[in-house]
């Protein structure tokens, strides 16, 4: 099984910016769909965004569109996520997670899951 971690969380005063990363080891295959979900105390876990590993295609929530950025370093087996002028409500555990579909926002169409990365923005 493929095996991801997160890193790059911390605590952030709002309006900083952080970049998340994410590093695949094991079985990795340059078709899977790469995405970032984060999950707020007593909250669901959401959809943040996605990319395609071999295509480049992106996609994203309509809540961080403009300030969130994937991107993806096949060198490194490692995807990114680049998150601009933070909010309070950007505070959360964010996941990394492979799906083989591209375009599911949905939970049940990606695993397996990293262990997570808290990012806490400071008002």
């Known amino acids: 099984q493929v095996q991801l971690v997160e890193s790059g969380g911390g605590l952030v005063q709002a309006g900083g910016s952080l970049r998340l990363s994410c590093a695949a080891s094991?079985?990795?295959?340059?078709?899977?769909?790469m995405g970032w979900f984060r999950q707020a105390p007593g909250k669901e876990r959401n959809f943040v965004a996605a990319?395609?590993?071999?295509?480049?295609?992106?996609y994203y929530a309509d809540s961080v569109k403009g300030r969130f950025t994937i991107s993806r370093d096949n060198a490194k087996n490692t995807v990114y996520l680049q998150i601009d002028n933070l909010k309070p409500e950007d505070t959360a555990v964010y996941y990394c997670?492979?799906?083989?579909?591209?375009?599911?926002?949905?939970?049940?169409?990606?695993?397996?899951w990293g262990q997570g990365t808290q990012v806490s923005v400071s008002s």
């Open positions: 990319v395609n590993w071999s295509g480049g295609s992106t």
């Open positions: 094991g079985r990795t295959r340059s078709s899977y769909t």
């Open positions: 997670a492979i799906s083989l579909l591209y375009g599911s926002n949905k939970q049940r169409d990606f695993g397996p």
